[in-house]
């Protein structure tokens, strides 16, 4: 099974933390939105696998956009 | 003689700039990039540039396309406002090079004055007190612990050409040296491409009190006042004022002598503010100096009745100052309320669009300074800064009054913003009394906040 993790908030992506094969955990920072100046976290809703970044430094992002899709157990 | 102005910033500040050419008889041509494609305050401008994508980087710090906008208007100056590229010497020289006038202190001083530690070295030269430290660029930790030896710990490590706070790092005790030394270096690297570190003492209790001068080209200097803006959270002020509550006229006049020394030590012109740091036993030291029109420029305007950004305007047209310090009096007392759209309790980001808008009624008291309309955009990409109330009275409780008045008049719907904050703050007893301190908030914070009863009312019917 794969799960998306999409923007929370819209802004730029001031980075990416995880690469594809890398095991996440609920909770783990996956990538990083700047909105108005202020960094603000994206976590792995799941447990898994990193499978796939859709997304690199200075995208734009709105909600919902998809960001990293983690392979689950 | 200056006859366009290109206003290379966004939002609120472009429509000060705009209002202060329209004054002077200037066009004013404005710059937008696709996020702010519709934004009110390139259609208050007489023209508007696209410079880019919605990323800054791609737009509003974007050097190349800022020239180009330059020559495609005609442009004979450049307003560069605050924040983005406003104290960017490689900026100014290229509005240089390309042959109009940065409105600003010439990139060559810029260029200067970025370096923390030549400022030192003016400030020691023209006799201005600098916090004990370095005043040359410290190469190795040895160095830093040589100056622990003169001066009492904690320090505080900076970085020479850094800002916005970042980079500077506490040590306590001698011990932690090295490791804070290898840091501060590897941030300044990071975010600003030079790792040059100097060390200072760090001052218990401080407050930030700051000068507003104006220096012409002839080397005249007057100052309009000072600003206190020590209620900050994370180093973003919140609310400012002028006159200060704890600098007493004596202290007025020193720190009126000590930013005309620096003005003149530096070869400065234009408009441009002076930071001191005052200490919990009441002595004042240089901080830094900001070489740019300031966000909280509108309550010094409010006290001494000039026109600061006019003024930047003739300075650059190559105009003299027509009064001299003596003509300078500070009436009555201001008081600046920035919002910004985030929410109250927790400060996250709030874009989005304007969905409803009543702003408060101004006149003699009030005074708004906005680019915001009812269909317009907060775009998530920019300052979250959306408009600054500012009040004036005789005195600084009447000032209180009027901007807690007129802030809770002020409503918007679409975006959260921070207007509870404000008048949570206007409304403690800590505020009033003037016990401001740069932990105010943490302590204001501290118990849980009814935030309904700071929030504006909703008064505008159904249309």
New interface residues.
């Given amino acids: 099974m794969n799960a998306t993790i999409a923007a929370h908030m819209p802004g730029l992506v001031a980075r990416v933390v995880v690469e594809p094969g890398q095991s996440v955990a609920k909770g783990d920072e996956v990538a990083v939105i700047n909105c108005m100046k202020a960094e603000l976290s994206v976590e792995s809703h799941v447990d898994g696998t990193v499978k796939e970044i859709l997304v690199k430094e200075w995208d734009e992002m709105e909600v919902g956009v998809p960001m990293v899709v983690v392979e689950t157990a | 003689m200056i006859s366009k102005v290109l206003i290379a910033n966004r939002g609120e500040i472009v429509r000060r700039v705009v209002r202060a050419c329209g004054d002077l008889g200037l066009r004013a041509a404005a710059v937008y990039s696709d996020a702010d494609a519709d934004a009110s305050y390139t259609r208050q401008a007489d023209e508007a540039y696209r410079i880019g994508?919605?990323?800054p980087?791609k737009s509003y710090l974007n050097i190349e396309a800022l020239v180009g906008a330059i020559k495609e208007s005609g442009a004979d100056a450049v307003h560069p406002g605050y924040g983005f590229l406003s104290e960017n010497a490689d900026f100014a020289e290229a509005v240089e090079s390309a042959g109009a006038i940065w409105i600003g202190p010439p990139s060559t001083i810029l260029r200067a004055i970025e370096s923390k530690c030549y400022c030192r070295q003016i400030a020691t030269k023209v006799g201005v007190p600098v916090v004990p430290g370095s005043t040359e660029v410290l190469t190795t930790p040895d160095e830093v612990r040589e100056i622990g030896h003169r001066v009492n710990y904690p320090l505080l490590l900076k970085l020479d050409r850094g800002g916005g706070g970042k980079g500077i790092e506490k040590v306590e005790e001698p011990g932690q040296i090295d490791e804070v030394f290898d840091r501060v270096r590897r941030i300044g690297t990071m975010a600003f491409g030079n790792a040059d570190i100097y060390v200072e003492m760090a001052i218990t209790e401080p407050r930030h009190i700051e000068v507003q001068f104006l220096a012409d080209r002839r080397g005249n200097v007057v100052c309009l006042g000072e600003r206190e803006c020590s209620i900050q959270r994370r180093h973003q002020k919140i609310i400012e004022e002028s006159p200060s509550p704890v600098v007493t006229p004596v202290q007025r006049e020193q720190l009126t002598d000590y930013a005309t020394k620096l003005a003149q030590g530096m070869g400065y012109v234009g408009a441009g503010t002076m930071e001191f740091l005052r200490s919990g036993t009441g002595n004042f030291y240089f901080m830094e100096v900001n070489a740019r029109l300031q966000v909280e420029h509108p309550v010094s305007e409010f006290v001494t009745g000039h026109d600061i950004v006019q003024w930047q305007l003739r300075i650059a047209d190559g105009e003299s100052l027509t009064f001299t310090q003596d003509d300078v009096r500070l009436t009555g007392h201001s008081i600046e309320a920035r919002c910004y759209?985030?929410e109250p309790g927790t400060?996250?980001?709030s874009?989005g669009t304007i969905k409803g808008l009543h702003l408060p009624t101004m006149g003699r008291h009030v005074r708004i300074d906005h680019a915001l309309e009812v269909g317009g955009a907060v775009p998530?990409?920019?300052?979250?800064l959306i408009a600054k109330v500012i009040s004036w009275d005789t005195d600084r409780a009447g000032a209180i009054e009027y901007l807690k008045q007129a802030l809770s008049e002020f409503w918007v719907e679409g975006v959260a913003t921070t207007v509870p904050v404000n008048l949570l703050i206007l409304s403690s007893e800590a505020y009033v009394s003037a016990r401001l301190h740069t932990a105010f908030l943490d302590e204001l914070f501290a118990q849980e906040v009814a935030w309904d009863a700071y929030t504006p009312k909703r008064f505008v019917s159904d249309s």
């Fill in positions: 994508e919605a990323n980087v759209a985030e400060f996250r980001p874009p998530p990409y920019y300052d979250p």
